[in-house]
């Protein structure tokens, strides 16, 4: 079946460095996709979306690049804190199955001081 | 507390048991979501409620599972006959608009079945 999935489970770096999560999906047709947070014990936080008719979009220090010819999805995190240090998943929806959102394994960022 | 309301946080039942969580979404949230994680995975999407209608119950995992949001406010997600396999964090999470991604989750309710 079709799967969202991600390159790297884990991650780890620097303070202050930048970070980057990819993600790999496998439906084409998804037109929509989603990067959220999840810090321990915590339910799932909204970062930051992209539509499938866009290539990137920029948040407040992140960046999401759609890459629609190989289906690859990836977050770029500048100036990592400690704050950031979560697993992070990204979300994609399916094109006609209304706000049904199919979510990636995650990826473990850990910052080290 | 404006956030998304989940209760209870934890429950320990024996297997063959009934349980049942409830959500309580942001006020003026319309859309209300289910989920399941288990450990190390990502959120797998239940079913979905816009106001009290359910709009999608297929990927319910099985006839076992049930969920309602009868006055389109709060919903419930019941869980009969459990067993050991049900063992997981059940998130509910709300949303404001029909066309977005952007859901606010609750902290979830885990449930370990014995």
């Known amino acids: 079946g079709e799967s969202v999935g991600l390159h790297l489970p884990t991650l780890s770096v620097q303070e202050g460095d930048n970070s980057i999560i990819n993600c790999a999906y496998s439906?084409?047709?998804?037109?929509?996709f989603i990067w959220y947070k999840q810090e321990s014990g915590k339910g799932p936080q909204f970062i930051i979306d992209i539509r499938s008719n866009m290539d990137k979009r920029q948040g407040q220090r992140v960046t999401v690049l759609l890459n629609k010819t190989v289906k690859h999805l990836s977050l770029q995190i500048a100036a990592t804190q400690p704050g950031d240090s979560a697993v992070y998943f990204c979300a994609e929806n399916w094109a006609n199955t209304g706000n049904q959102f199919y979510f990636g394994t995650g990826t473990s960022l850990t910052v080290i001081p | 507390d404006t956030g998304v309301s989940q209760d209870p946080r934890h429950k320990i039942t024996k297997r063959g048991q009934n349980v049942t969580f409830r959500c309580d979404p942001i006020?003026?949230?319309?859309?209300l979501y289910w989920y399941r994680q288990t450990l190390g995975q990502g959120p797998e999407f239940l079913t979905y409620f816009q106001n009290e209608a359910q709009l999608e119950k297929s990927r319910l995992l099985s006839d076992r599972f049930s969920a309602e949001r009868p006055k389109g406010s709060f919903s419930t997600l019941e869980i009969q006959r459990t067993e050991q396999g049900d063992s997981a964090m059940y998130l509910c999470?709300?949303?404001?608009?029909?066309?977005?991604?952007?859901?606010?989750f609750g902290e979830g309710s885990r449930l370990t079945v014995l």
């Open positions: 006020s003026e949230h319309n859309r």
């Open positions: 999470a709300s949303s404001f608009m029909e066309d977005t991604g952007e859901l606010f």
């Open positions: 439906n084409s047709a998804s037109d929509y």
